[in-house]
């Protein structure tokens, strides 16, 4: 059974809005303990993410969010397989993807959601290559 990304997203997701500042989206992802925070609009439809490196630019805390978010966001729909928000952070060499349901933010998923998947398991190469024999003669 394959795993979906529904089923390993953070579905408790805490968004905000262009026009909070960025000290409040800061102090929103201290209070949640998170590293990413979607922003959307009035539908909920996904218009950008900020993650804590966005919150390393020396900008004012009173300034709007929108200033710092990254607005080409990556999104994945929630039914698809887990693989797809690998691939895609990898491509994009990002930790953090929105998970949208008919263009609406129903989840996020990072890095170490998927790194769950690995988690306590030991991989073992199959076939593994022997050592090889000197011939004699």
């Not at 905000?16 to 929103?28: F, I, K, L, N």
């Not at 039914?79 to 895609?88: G, L, P, Q, T």
């Not at 953090?96 to 790194?115: A, N, P, Q, R, Y």
Request: proline share 6%; no cysteine.
């Amino acid at each position: 059974m394959a795993v979906k990304i529904a089923d390993l997203m953070a579905k408790r997701v805490v968004t905000s809005t262009p026009h909070q500042t960025v000290g409040h989206v800061r102090d929103m992802m201290l209070r949640n303990k998170v590293h990413s925070i979607p922003i959307v609009g009035p539908e909920n439809e996904p218009l950008g993410i900020v993650t804590t490196t966005d919150l390393a630019r020396r900008v004012k805390d009173t300034s709007p969010v929108s200033r710092i978010m990254t607005r080409d966001i990556v999104v994945v729909p929630a039914y698809n397989d887990v693989s797809v928000a690998a691939r895609v952070m990898r491509k994009h060499k990002i930790h953090h993807v929105i998970v949208t349901h008919e263009k609406k933010v129903v989840g996020l998923i990072s890095s170490f959601d998927l790194l769950k998947l690995v988690e306590g398991k030991r991989f073992v190469i199959s076939n593994a290559p022997t050592p090889r024999r000197k011939r004699k003669g």
